[in-house]
Nanobody, 129 residues
Framework: QVQLVESGGGSVQSGGSLRLSCAASGYTNSPYYMGWFRQGPGKKREGVAA???????PYADFVKGRFTISQDSTKSTLYLQMNSLKPEDTAMYYC???????????????????????WGQGTQVTVSS
């Protein structure tokens, strides 16, 4: 059974930084891609950043230049370095993985929550002004 466990969330002031981690285990085959998503109060879940098995890393426009997605060399841990945090970044952040054959190669699919079949429980990020 695939397990994704996020950590690293917390409360910071505007302009601060956090690094989220997602520990993955239980894969029977390597994921085609992994991603970070977030869901604020009363909002839909949205894609933040993703990485596929050839190193493509699309970012949502609202985090470009501030957030960086990466993986360790074994691809068992996914990271999201978040700098210059803003109050509007406040949300529950989720790690997700797709282990079934992708339905296409378009980069925006990596930021589509409906394209993922495994999810973590989330870690809360709160940014105060």
């Amino acid at each position: 059974q695939v397990q994704l466990v996020e950590s690293g969330g917390g409360s910071v002031q505007s302009g601060g930084s956090l690094r989220l981690s997602c520990a993955a285990s239980g894969y029977t085959n390597s994921p085609y891609y992994m991603g970070w998503f977030r869901q604020g109060p009363g909002k839909k879940r949205e894609g933040v950043a993703a990485i596929n098995n050839v190193g493509t890393t699309p970012y949502a426009d609202f985090v470009k230049g501030r957030f960086t997605i990466s993986q360790d060399s074994t691809k068992s841990t996914l990271y999201l370095q978040m700098n210059s945090l803003k109050p509007e970044d406040t949300a529950m952040y989720y790690c997700a993985a797709r282990t079934i054959l992708p339905r296409g190669s378009q980069w925006w699919l990596l930021l589509d929550p409906s394209d993922y079949n495994y999810w973590g429980q989330g870690t809360q990020v709160t940014v105060s002004s």
